[in-house]
């Protein structure tokens, strides 16, 4: 009787998990002579990173979910991931041992969440991601900071030596540490709510001088002070943006 009743239990579980990863869509596409199987587990109401997945899955879109916080180690088993979107949720943490196990994420959006920069970007948080080559944090600061010094994290994002593209928001006041020096493969950087006010020489002293694209898009101009040494990175870009509203200049 025993084994009876433990064989529907586990009957019961299997059918429980079997649904739950069919709430997500898994299909296989040809990648360079191989096969990629992506899960698109977007706007499907999760509130946790789904488990039950295949173990396989090299992109896995969470985009427009209700995820408040990532937990740790919630993607190790997912270590063949190239690809993560956990755009548009409600996040507000992400706990320092969340990314673990993706050595192999070179792409990963969070764009539109309630993410604090200052708070949430530890420096070990970011650590696993030693392969990242694009980084979407933009729209995260939802109500104008106040003019007091914006610290970016910079330690945290130091370690990401083979990112190229980054988008994030910018603070009326903010200030980038020696840590940006180290992303020395940046080639595009886009600010999005730039909220900028006081422009000075060093703001963005700290990039890397390989940049090749500056955007600054959304932005509400009302600049309070700009050094006369402020515009030195625009005059050696080979392609700058300016974006508000209507209004793009370009520099090619």
């Not at 433990?6 to 990648?31: K, P």
Request: some cysteine; overall charge neutral; charged content about 20%.
């Amino acid at each position: 009787m025993y084994n009876y009743r433990y064989q529907i239990v586990q009957g019961f579980v299997m059918l429980l998990s079997l649904v739950y990863a069919q709430e997500c869509n898994i299909t296989v596409h040809e990648h360079l002579s191989e096969q990629a199987k992506i899960a698109d587990c977007s706007r499907r109401g999760f509130n946790e990173v789904p488990q039950t997945l295949p173990h396989e899955i090299v992109v896995l879109d969470l985009t427009g979910n209700k995820l408040r916080d990532i937990s740790n180690f919630s993607f190790e088993n997912y270590s063949l991931l190239h690809n993560l979107s956990l755009a548009e949720n409600k996040l507000h943490i992400i706990e320092e041992q969340a990314f673990y196990g993706l050595s192999r994420l070179k792409y990963l959006n969070m764009s539109d969440n309630n993410l604090n920069l200052r708070y949430v970007y530890t420096p070990e948080i970011l650590l696993p991601l030693q392969n990242l080559t694009n980084l979407d944090i933009r729209r995260n600061i939802q109500n104008q900071p106040n003019a007091d010094v914006y610290h970016y994290p910079d330690q945290a994002f130091a370690v990401l030596k083979k990112l190229r593209y980054l988008a994030i928001d910018v603070a009326p006041n903010p200030y980038f540490g020696i840590g940006f020096q180290g992303l020395k493969n940046l080639k595009s950087l886009t600010f999005e709510f730039c909220f900028l006010k006081y422009l000075r020489g060093y703001t963005f002293e700290n990039f890397s001088s390989n940049l090749d694209e500056l955007k600054l898009t959304r932005c509400h101009f009302n600049f309070l002070e700009v050094e006369n040494n402020a515009l030195s990175l625009f005059l050696i870009l080979p392609r700058y943006i300016l974006k508000n509203h209507a209004c793009i200049l370009n520099r090619l």
